[in-house]
């Protein structure tokens, strides 16, 4: 539990809302949370564990569980990034000019 609580004092309030955010979103594989946060999935279920109350979390576990498109191992082969193929480039968090 202690390292919970250092993980948690790590991140700031914004991440922490950003990867609970990424957690609860279906077609957000846990790589892409780790990608962005080097926050692993386990991690991410200490965080979901802490902030949210029990039942809450139960009910996430429940959804997450075996969806294929949450853990890369589960999912179809070729989804093999973290975006869209129609989503726009971006460069230097602008989105980039056609």
């Given at each position: 539990?202690a390292?919970?609580?250092?993980?948690?004092?790590?991140?700031?309030?914004?991440?922490?809302?950003?990867?609970?955010?990424?957690?609860?979103?279906?077609?957000?594989?846990?790589?892409?949370?780790?990608?962005?946060?080097?926050?692993?999935?386990?991690?991410?279920?200490t965080?979901m564990?802490?902030?949210?109350?029990?039942?809450?979390?139960?009910?996430?576990?429940?959804?997450?569980?075996?969806?294929?498109?949450?853990?890369?191992?589960?999912?179809?082969?070729?989804?093999?990034?973290?975006?869209?193929?129609?989503?726009?480039?971006?460069?230097?968090?602008?989105?980039?000019?056609?």
């Amino acid at each position: 539990m202690a390292k919970a609580k250092e993980l948690i004092e790590d991140l700031d309030e914004r991440s922490i809302d950003r990867i609970i955010e990424m957690a609860w979103e279906d077609r957000t594989p846990f790589g892409a949370i780790e990608f962005q946060f080097g926050v692993s999935e386990q991690e991410v279920i200490t965080i979901m564990r802490d902030q949210m109350k029990a039942s809450s979390f139960r009910m996430w576990r429940e959804r997450v569980q075996g969806r294929a498109t949450k853990h890369r191992a589960l999912r179809d082969p070729e989804m093999d990034t973290f975006k869209s193929s129609r989503q726009k480039n971006i460069t230097h968090n602008k989105i980039s000019k056609r």
